[in-house]
């Protein structure tokens, strides 16, 4: 079992659409990272939260420790979002733990 | 927007080559780590430096390299290139304060190895 785990894997959904995009972790954590990632691309980093809810623009993130867990919001989504959007934790010693990933396509 | 930064963001080089690959931390934070990410994958933890000194590996050969500079910068260095070393570099920078770990990630160095 990965200590990271996101669902869904792959995700198709029609311009406009509400996206949630889910992660549970098992490690103990201090804060949890959401990074997203568009085809051949960097990493840019979307929210680092350790406590209930933060929000750019069209993104929510919410965070759940008693449950550990932890969502990914696209509110209105567009193509431009298609992308791999990933989870990530670190362990005590600063150490990241990645989740395997949602790649997203957003069709016009 | 973070304060990491790394350089260059895409690499060209040749199978047996040496390649260093820099990161620019977050002023305060004393830990940096690297990751692989390889295509398709998710990343792999090479290592970990933190206060200049290694703090962690991954399951990396020793020609896998790194320094870190008291002015929070770091690098990692590759040594003897192989074809599979082709991959997103990341480095992430990070402070623990009050329990609470702080850590960003740069954007990565797309390496390629011909």
């Known amino acids: 079992k990965n200590e990271v785990e996101q669902s869904p894997q792959n995700l198709t959904a029609q311009e406009g659409e509400f996206i949630t995009i889910n992660c549970s972790y098992s490690v103990g954590i201090s804060a949890l990272h959401w990074l997203q990632q568009h085809p051949g691309g960097g990493i840019v980093s979307l929210f680092m939260l350790s406590s209930g809810k933060k929000k750019h623009g069209r993104l929510i993130a919410t965070i759940n420790i008693q449950e550990k867990h932890s969502s990914l919001h696209i509110t209105a989504s567009h193509p431009r979002d298609s992308a791999v959007y990933i989870c990530a934790v670190p362990n005590t010693g600063n150490q990241f733990y990645f989740g395997t990933g949602t790649s997203l396509t957003v069709i016009p | 927007e973070t304060g990491v930064t790394q350089s260059p963001t895409h690499l060209i080089k040749t199978r047996g080559q040496q390649v260093t690959l820099r990161c620019s931390s977050q002023s305060g934070h004393n830990t940096v780590s690297w990751y692989q990410q390889a295509l398709g994958q998710g990343p792999q933890f090479i290592f970990q430096?933190?206060?200049?000194?290694?703090?962690g590996r991954g399951n990396f050969p020793p020609r896998f390299s790194g320094l870190q500079f008291p002015n929070y910068s770091s690098e990692l260095n590759v040594n003897a290139l192989e074809l599979d070393d082709s991959a997103l570099y990341l480095c992430?920078?990070?402070?623990?304060?009050?329990?609470?770990?702080?850590?960003?990630f740069g954007q990565g160095t797309r390496l390629t190895v011909v």
């Open positions: 992430a920078s990070s402070v623990q304060t009050g329990g609470v770990t702080e850590a960003f």
């Open positions: 430096y933190y206060r200049e000194e290694e703090n």
